[in-house]
């Protein structure tokens, strides 16, 4: 019966992995929209919107029937609920996707200009966050988790700083606000995919270390 | 023994009920310091926050602990799991009212002036729908949940309708782009509100239905 049940901790764990990495590429060809304005990358960010909800209630469920069958112990009860923590913090990073390519696609109608603000490195940043953070899961890692933080505070800098040059760029330019505010929601939406992340490593410290560090280390 | 966990479990409801006051009370703090610029008010909200935070912790450890001394049956799990859920949105109500004092703040530093929108009109909006949808868990009812969707397509369209006036705005008074940029993002935050009481309400009809509606009745 404990054998069994550790099968389908790690069964849980490996689905999880599949909704991160489908998270992430949902991010990424968000991006790749941005930076490239090919709207058709957008039709597949909404198209893989419904597979993460899927696999998002399937990883739910699979939590839930865990918690149900078994009286688990301590360390894999904070598991199963870290589990499904980090599942709804993947979903949320996919819904910053969407978000992302529903702005791409405002800016489709727009004349493609420069701005003051570096989108692919802020996403750069932003996703080296939820893999650090992914790795700290997949190797019970609470030191590397830890190092997310660090990570969420150059990403809060930075978006602020796109967030004051783009001000003034407006000032000078007011023409090209519907696209100075389009860049300026997208640079936000990649700050909270960070913010996910930070959620997904102190769960992980929570899992691992049975100490719930929420709120002590960073805040948002 | 159950008699016990069942007056455990509407003591956890009534400590999720405290922490849903606080948080609604954080947006409406946060909304008189937007339409009064009283910054001392934002002060009353950067404190609350750690109450908030605080109180998060002790209500997830509850759970936790309901979770694993008992078998809960089926519909007490989902239970758990739900005020689980519901605690960690009303945690990212009271975020949303940091957010918003931050800004606040950083107003006090510019020139008050007419923008073309209605911020406590939105906050009002958005608050309704975390009351409905609380009205919903404490009687368990899934139709008064059902009905909050509707409410947030509501929230959605003023919320665009903000966007669209505030960008007309910036191009004619690009001088007050700050004060703009800064509402803008004050109806984000409560739009965001609106998108957590539309979680809420996804997870009472869960508790109560036993089925999942997330994703097929409303997207963001």
């Known amino acids: 019966m404990r054998v069994k049940f550790h099968q389908n901790l790690d069964e849980l764990k490996e689905r999880l992995l599949v909704m991160a990495g489908m998270a992430e590429q949902a991010i990424q060809r968000s991006v790749e929209a941005y930076r490239t304005r090919d709207l058709s990358i957008c039709e597949l960010v909404f198209h893989s919107e419904t597979a993460i ?3 998002e209630r399937e990883i739910d469920q699979m939590a839930l ?3 149900a069958m078994e009286q688990p112990m301590a360390i894999d009860l904070r598991f199963i609920l870290s589990v499904i923590r980090i599942n709804a913090d993947l979903e949320r990073v996919g ?3 969407v978000n992302i390519a529903l702005r791409v696609r405002e800016m489709g109608a727009l004349a ?3 701005l003051p603000v570096d989108i692919p490195r802020l996403a750069s940043l932003s996703l080296a966050m939820v893999r650090k953070a992914l790795q700290a899961f997949i190797e019970g890692n609470a030191e590397m988790a830890d190092s997310v ?4 505070d150059q990403v809060d800098a930075m978006n602020d700083a796109a967030y004051r040059s783009l001000t003034t760029f407006i000032k ?3 023409d090209l606000t519907p696209q100075s505010l389009n860049a300026l929601i997208i640079a936000r ?3 909270r995919v ?8 102190e769960d992980v410290i929570f899992w691992v270390r049975g100490a719930d560090v929420r709120h002590n280390v960073t805040s948002n």
């Not at 933080?149 to 969420?152: P, V």
């Open 112 to 114: 493609n200009v420069d």
């Open 149 to 152: 933080f660090e990570m969420d």
């Open 194 to 201: 960070g913010d996910h992340a930070t959620n997904v490593a």
């Open 95 to 97: 819904d910053q996707a």
């Open 53 to 55: 909800n899927k696999l």
């Open 172 to 174: 000078e330019r007011p």
């Open 65 to 67: 029937d865990l918690l």
């Open 189 to 191: 939406n990649l700050e």
